[in-house]
């Protein structure tokens, strides 16, 4: 299935659903069907950060060990005379490892978003440390953006997908999207399932992504739509 919007003069002027939510399936996607957004939660997570450093909560260009509190980005030789700071991550410039996330099985052991910079626990990806110096090239990190989103949640001690939606879903008009994960039972039937091929449904309908920042926004076309039409206006 495939959910589509179409914007105009900063008008919401066309959307549909068409196909099924599941390969095999019967339920249409239509206007309200939620679809995960994978890395396209990057830039709509970023607002919200951005939010925060407008709020003076956050810096974009103090060392961000000075903002973390419940984990801190290990020094290295690569960090001695420039730290890593928030506009590094932002900007995938940080020099940073671990690019993206295959997530989790649902019903499956979910580490913490500190176990995943860690690779403690369960985490299934590297950890997140300095292998050249930051603001020395553009690397694409996902790893980066966790540190971020740890960021958010230590500055403000608010859970991370209330504090998302308080910050940019709910100004944006994005009332059905969420950075739950995992998605609430209740809204499960509201989901299409994610299809790593074309003929096969993931396992559990779909992956758990702790990695909320990076790649855990459940979205609308519609209600991605209103993000980029308020964000073009702020």
């Known amino acids: 299935g495939v959910s589509i919007a179409v914007v105009d003069d900063f008008r ?3 959307a549909a659903g068409f196909g099924v939510t599941e390969f095999g399936g019967s339920r249409g996607v239509d ?3 939620l679809f995960l957004a994978g890395s396209i939660s990057k830039p709509v997570f970023a607002t919200g950060a951005l939010r925060l450093v407008e709020q003076g909560k956050l810096s974009l260009d103090e060392d961000i060990n000075a903002s973390l509190r419940s984990w801190r980005l290990p020094d290295s030789r690569f960090t001695e005379e420039q730290k890593v700071t928030l506009r590094h991550l932002l900007t995938h410039s940080a020099g940073l ?3 993206g996330f295959p997530g989790y099985r649902m019903g499956t052991p979910i580490p913490t978003v500190q176990q995943v910079l860690d690779s403690a626990g369960p985490a299934n990806t590297a ?3 300095n292998d050249t110096f930051p603001g020395a090239r553009w690397r694409y990190s996902g790893g980066g953006i ?3 989103q740890l960021m958010t949640t230590d ?3 608010e859970p991370f997908p209330a504090l998302m939606k308080r910050l940019v879903l709910d100004p944006a008009g994005m009332t059905r999207s969420t950075f739950e994960n995992p998605l609430p039972q209740s809204r499960d039937r509201d989901a299409a399932s994610g299809h790593e091929r074309f003929d096969t449904p993931v396992t559990g309908r779909y992956h758990v992504y702790p990695e909320m920042a990076a790649a855990g926004l459940w979205r609308t076309a519609r209600e991605l739509a209103r993000w980029a039409r308020a964000l073009t206006r702020a």
Do not use: E
């Open 12 to 14: 919401i002027v066309y």
């Open 31 to 33: 206007t309200t069907t």
């Open 97 to 99: 490892t671990v690019w």
């Open 127 to 129: 950890p997140v440390r």
């Open 146 to 148: 966790t540190i971020a």
């Open 155 to 157: 500055a403000t001690g």
